[in-house]
């Protein structure tokens, strides 16, 4: 059989697992790796070659330093500025959209939306608007400014060192920006004047705050002398219930302990808050002993403060003159705001404050995915506890030990301060709003600029490659402490690493092989009647399509040579068709598959898997229509 023919087998078989999303998509590269070696398409000493490619450390370092912009401060001093917006919708979304755009050209567009997701999930809090309106424009803003620069997005940095290789140099920094800056503008006016308009309305006004609202959910159950749970200490009784209901906290001679802090046994008179709803509070009540409400002594003083309340209320209104008694008594039976207000605390009778909870999304590469609870040992192992999960813009029924995880499911979690961002970095998990809890972190933004303006200074003068510069910048930043060397680690998405590092020499095999050739060939000769604008367009539309359903890197890798072939068939540059790649691999919007920004604001947002392509759509038109003209105006053929 031809390696051409075997060729394409592997690669049929990749992208079909690379659908099927079954096995996550770096172990599917590495089987596709291994897979071409044992065939003989890829010789075996040049198998694991691809992970000292230019392009795979350059990624990794580029990750680095966004983590570094993300610990430096940043996040604070631009929440401030987009604070000061106001209420408005439309400015809302210029400030978020704007801002983002920007900052992916610079950094990774995955962290450049990590820095202002908890910024938009608070601002739809504070202006009691729906979080949906917001987080679609955000993820695709990060993605087109991802666009600008070489080093925005990795499949701009894949193209530019696979120019290298054949042209013998590369891309430059900012020879991505003519093109990507013109399709990053007129896709963020795009958005901001029709887009957002398209994004369906999810859930209600401030709709993750109503996921979790805590004061509906939260009850305190009393340990009696005969409750089982006496004696137990909280593990314990977890184990007697066989079901992970948290215990928020231990009351106990009027003091409260966290749940997850505390470690001593239950005694009698202890107040247990918990995260209960019926079922869960027959289970308690059934296999713990525990009650509801309070002892025949607290409901007596209770009601002594109650009814001495009412004299005290009576009084002041015998006082008051009669007009204003005659006005009052007309509202009767109709409580003030404040009233329903006052009511609604004394009905949950639960203090939520001081409880540290906080609010994190999966992220695409979390180690919680397809896990539960229980096989994580999330307490006992990050000392975390799992209080309730937000799938698809709604909470979860379901038994928490039952659940397994899934890449954009909001958590609410409980965990002490000190260890929370070291517990969700390790977990992959991107906080997104707390709940009396500060996730501080060090303020070295003007270390982390320089360091990065200097690597910066040093690809434009060509005094380092790109590769060694942005290396160079992420060793120094961990050198003088703007990132902990093990959020540095943490910091390098080892899956996109491993996808790169094990497609790149299958993206090879495609074009020794001749299998690059025979596509391109079949392209030409359907094209052949045509200019070869159309088949830059045939290119464009095909490598688009590919990248809403796999990882865009993978695409880059895949379209590359095939873009060449086309070049070389045409007898015309190659840069406008690798450019094209570059463009169109980025911009996933259909789906939110296609991209981790896509895919991290689906359980925030309360979005559908088909919700995305009523934007999408219209802006990868958009996008067609202004790169196709921009390419070849900058990158003639």
């Known amino acids: 059989m031809a390696e051409s023919t075997l060729v394409f087998i592997v690669l049929g078989l990749t992208l079909a697992a690379f659908v099927w999303g079954r096995f996550r998509y770096d172990l599917v590269a590495l089987a596709a790796l291994l897979g071409s070696v044992v065939l003989g398409l890829v010789p075996g000493e040049e ?67 990590a820095l202002l997701l908890p910024v938009a999930m608070r601002l739809a809090r504070e202006h009691d608007t729906s979080p949906s309106l917001l987080l679609m424009p955000l993820a695709f803003g990060s993605l087109l400014g991802g666009l600008t620069t070489l080093i925005g997005t990795p499949p701009n940095i894949i193209i530019a060192s696979y120019r290298g290789s054949v042209t013998g140099e590369n891309f430059g920094l900012f ?55 006496n004696g137990l200490t909280l593990r314990e009784l977890q184990q007697e219930l066989e079901e992970t209901i948290p215990v928020l906290a231990v009351v106990r001679d009027d003091k409260r302990r966290a749940g997850h802090a505390f470690f001593g046994t239950l005694q009698e008179g202890d107040i247990l808050l918990l995260e209960a709803g019926p079922e869960e509070m027959k289970l308690l009540e059934d296999k713990a002993g525990l009650r509801l409400g309070k002892d ?5 003083k209770e009601a002594e403060e109650q009814a001495a309340r ?33 009511k609604q605390e004394e009905k949950s009778g639960v203090d939520t404050e001081g409880l540290q909870l906080v609010e994190a999304v999966v992220r695409n590469d979390s180690m919680m995915v397809n896990h539960t609870v229980t096989q994580l040992r999330l307490h006992n192992q990050f000392g975390l506890h799992l209080v309730a999960v937000a799938r698809d813009g709604g909470r979860l029924k379901q038994r928490l030990r039952e659940i397994r995880f899934r890449p954009g499911d909001v958590l609410l979690l409980q965990g002490g301060e000190s260890e929370l961002s070291e517990s969700l970095a390790t977990l992959g998990c991107l906080p997104l709003a707390s709940r009396n809890l500060t996730l501080g972190q060090p303020r070295m933004l003007l270390a982390s600029i320089a360091i990065f303006a200097a690597a910066i200074v040093a690809i434009l003068l060509g005094l380092l490659p790109a590769a060694v510069a942005l290396s160079s910048a992420a060793l120094v930043s961990l050198m ?27 993206g090879q095999a495609l074009e020794s092989s001749g299998g690059a050739a025979l596509i391109a060939e079949a392209m030409l000769v359907w094209g052949v009647q045509w200019p070869a604008v159309v088949t830059l367009i045939g290119l464009f539309v095909l490598t688009m399509m590919l990248s809403d359903v796999i990882n865009n890197a993978a695409a880059a890798v895949l379209m590359a040579p095939i873009a060449v072939s086309l070049a070389n068939g045409f007898d015309a540059s190659v840069d406008p068709f690798l ?43 958009v996008v067609l229509a202004v790169a196709i003209p921009m390419i070849l105006l900058v990158w003639p053929l």
């Open 47 to 113: 198998a694991f070659l691809g992970f000292g490619h230019p392009a795979v450390i350059t990624v990794a370092a580029v990750l680095v330093l966004s983590r570094a912009f993300e610990r430096s401060g940043v996040v604070d001093v631009i929440a401030d500025q987009v604070f000061k917006v106001g209420e408005r919708l439309f400015l809302q979304l210029a400030a978020l959209t704007g801002t983002v755009v920007v900052l992916s050209g610079f950094m990774n567009n995955v962290g450049a939306l």
């Open 175 to 229: 020879s991505f920006t003519p093109v990507g800056a013109a399709v990053a503008l007129a896709g963020f006016a795009f958005i901001l004047l029709i887009g957002w308009r398209l994004v369906p309305l999810r859930a209600g006004k401030a709709s993750t705050e109503a996921m979790f609202d805590t004061a509906n959910y939260l009850v305190e159950l009393r340990v009696g002398e005969e409750a089982k749970a």
């Open 296 to 300: 025949a002594e607290d409901e007596e």
């Open 480 to 506: 003088v402490g703007v990132l902990p060397l093990r959020e540095g680690y943490q910091a390098i998405d080892g899956p996109v690493i491993v996808l790169l590092g094990a497609m790149i020499p299958v």
């Open 579 to 621: 450019m094209a790649v570059a463009v169109s691999a980025s911009c996933a919007f259909l789906t939110p598959i296609g991209h981790q920004s896509n895919t991290l604001v689906m359980g925030p947002g309360g979005y559908r898997f088909g919700d995305y392509w009523r934007m999408g759509l219209p802006l990868e038109v």
């Open 310 to 342: 009412e004299q005290q209320k009576a009084a002041k209104r015998a006082e008051r003159p009669q007009e204003e008694r005659d006005e009052e008594s007309e509202h009767d039976g109709k409580p003030s705001k404040k009233e329903k207000q006052e």
